[in-house]
């Protein structure tokens, strides 16, 4: 997999503060908004075709699969 | 003259008379773009045509309108280049705004070394029209206006086709059938094929507008304009002082009312009310609301049928890739028709235009679908993306790549035909195996001149980079292609180098014929007539030039 999973952040929690931060007095609309544009910036910066592939691979198969619970437990 | 008046003439023929039906070599169905090329070519590799066309006049209004630089250059070797590059308006520099503000402009040609534009806008019943002219001039075709096929039946050896005409109907034979007649093709239909794919939801209103309007001769893309919110514009000037108009409605919009002049004029208002001419007069010439697919043929070859154009597959306008890519299947097929109808190839040579313009066709479909999805998104999330894309353009240029009002067309590049060699020796560049043949100036006999016009109709062209030894190559090229294919050898030289006695040479006076090409001393590169590298080597030998001139005529 071209696509690093393994920690590699340099300040994993204050990534993750400013993530929200940065979503802070946004209407859900603008939040849509802000997220499509972070990945189209984020992407650029990865750039190599092949990580851009498994992380779109790896986001879809999270929603579809690992995310879900039984129906009975919710 | 008045392209939009002319009547072409009905002819009985001989056809009609004949106890038993005619056979003819080819008849290709269908007189627009596509099928005149094709009978043009054929004729030139004196190939005798008969072209059928249901019709008598010329297309009505602009369009396909932008040629491409690779239509041009087709144009050039079937006689007509000139005329058409001369009637019409050459454009290289494509701009996009979004709302009333520029995000970015491209040049789709910034080098100015080749003897054609990136594209001319044009209407395409001058294009049909110097065609029509051109195929008049060579005996070799017979032109039959008013006749359309209405019934095929395959033999073993043969097609007959059911002629209908204003004197009735009658039944002609032909070797092989090119069915060259658009996106409804009724050829298609009476062998019971179809085209599958994807129908966009979305409509387009397209005008050509007559006014003195002092726009530049670039091609400009509006999303989401102020003069006509939410959807997408695009303008182009053509010749006479028309412009086209391509105003997106939207899937709701009512086909037959926004045909109307009374919707149309105030949409062509507002567009001028947000340029500097305001108020200035202007006169609709030709209107028509489009909805778009993207389909085509699963086989474009069924028999002794062939397809070609839209008849075999159809995209949307964003691009220019109908009649471009229509002229190259002309292009590919031509030759390879006039090598096996001459006996010089195998049939299986026939298979190889579906081999590599089925590719070709999915390249365009690709492009095509893309820009299409760009332009009318079709969920909310593909709005979200397409809106934020859009945006970010303004300030960053890396969304400027994701932009996509239309991939303009370009020549395909035959990836993995089984007609090329693959490369054993190590190039540089783009060239490769499969690639179109590019053009650079030089000078011969002291003139200048371009390179593709050294390149003949029907014959293979080996481009001998001078070195020590080009007499004993050019005669290695020569012998090897002896019995099998016409070939002609041009030996490209550098200013100083000496002339070689019996070989046709160039100088290839910028240099950019040997960096375009990668040609060092020595090199060889082996086009086939349609102007596609088939193979190259660094040092060419007899036994592998044979090699490489069977396998392009699947001769194997």
Redesign the interface.
């Known amino acids: 997999m071209a696509l690093i999973t393994a920690p590699h952040f340099e300040a994993a929690d204050a990534f993750y503060e400013a993530l929200i931060d940065a979503h802070r007095d946004l209407s859900a609309a603008q939040s849509?908004?802000l997220n499509?544009?972070l990945?189209?910036?984020l992407a650029?910066h990865v750039g190599e075709h092949a990580a851009l592939n498994d992380a779109l691979a790896a986001a879809r198969a999270s929603v579809l699969h690992a995310g879900v619970k039984p129906k009975e437990s919710l | 003259m008045d392209f939009q008046q002319i009547v072409f003439p009905y002819r009985r023929s001989a056809d009609h008379d004949a106890r038993a039906p005619l056979r003819h070599p080819v008849v290709v169905v269908g007189a627009g773009p596509v099928g005149l090329s094709l009978a043009i070519d054929l004729a030139l590799q004196q190939v005798p045509v008969v072209l059928l066309d249901n019709d008598d006049r010329l297309s009505t209004g602009s369009r396909a309108i932008c040629f491409a630089k690779r239509t041009l250059e087709i144009f050039d070797r079937l006689g007509l280049g000139q005329r058409v590059v001369d009637k019409g308006v050459s454009w290289s520099t494509g701009r996009v705004y979004l709302r009333d503000a520029p995000i970015f402009s491209f040049d789709l040609q910034p080098e100015t070394t080749h003897e054609r534009p990136a594209f001319i806008n044009i209407q395409q019943y001058y294009v049909e029209g110097f065609l029509a002219k051109r195929a008049m001039e060579l005996p070799l075709i017979e032109l039959r206006w008013k006749h359309a096929v209405v019934g095929v039946t395959q033999e073993a050896d043969a097609v007959t086709l059911q002629v209908q005409t204003p004197d009735g109907t009658f039944a002609l034979q032909a070797e092989h059938v090119i069915a060259c007649d658009g996106a409804r093709s009724s050829v298609r239909q009476l062998i019971g094929q179809e085209a599958k794919g994807r129908t966009f939801k979305d409509r387009f209103l397209i005008a050509d507008v007559k006014m003195a309007a002092d726009f530049p001769a670039e091609r400009w893309f509006w999303f989401d304009p102020p003069f006509h919110p939410g959807q997408s514009v695009l303008l182009h000037k053509q010749p006479d002082g028309v412009w086209r108009i391509d105003f997106q409605l939207g899937w709701d919009a009512d086909p037959e009312a926004e045909k109307q002049p009374e919707r149309i004029l105030p949409r062509v208002r507002a567009l001028l009310a947000h340029s500097a001419m305001k108020d200035a007069p202007f006169e609709l010439e030709w209107a028509s609301v489009y909805s778009f697919s993207c389909e085509r043929m699963e086989r474009f070859r069924h028999g002794r049928v062939l397809f070609a154009g839209d008849a075999a597959h159809r995209v949307s306008p964003f691009g220019a890739r109908g009649a471009n890519s229509g002229v190259q299947d002309a292009e590919n097929l031509a030759w390879k028709l006039a090598a096996v109808m001459q006996r010089r190839a195998p049939d299986a040579l026939l298979d190889s235009y579906c081999a590599e313009r089925e590719l070709a066709a999915d390249e365009n479909i690709g492009h095509s679908t893309r820009a299409t999805d760009f332009i009318t998104p079709k969920s909310d999330v593909s709005r979200?993306?397409r809106?934020?894309?859009l945006?970010?353009a303004r300030d960053?240029p890396?969304?400027r790549s994701?932009v996509n009002s239309g991939r303009l067309s370009t020549a395909s590049t035959l990836h993995g035909s089984p007609l090329s060699t693959p490369d054993r020796d190590a190039f540089g560049g783009a060239l490769g195996p499969g690639a179109p043949a590019l053009d650079a100036p030089l000078r011969r006999d002291g003139r200048d001149g371009w390179l593709l016009r050294e390149l003949g109709t029907g014959a293979f062209t080996a481009l001998l980079f001078a070195g020590a030894d080009d007499e004993s190559d050019a005669h290695a090229l020569q012998q090897a292609a002896s019995g099998v294919a016409p070939l002609q050898v041009l030996r490209v030289a550098h200013d100083g180098d000496g002339r070689s006695a019996g070989l046709r040479t160039v100088v290839d006076s910028s240099g950019l014929i040997a960096q375009r090409y990668d040609g060092q001393p020595g090199t060889v590169v082996l086009l086939r007539p349609d102007q596609h590298v088939c193979a190259r080597w660094r040092r060419v030998s007899g036994d592998a030039a044979h090699a490489a001139l069977r396998r392009a005529l699947a001769l194997h």
Request: proline fraction near 0%; charge should be negative.
């Open positions: 849509h908004e499509a544009k990945v189209l910036l650029n | 979200l993306f809106d934020a894309t945006q970010l960053h890396f969304a994701l």
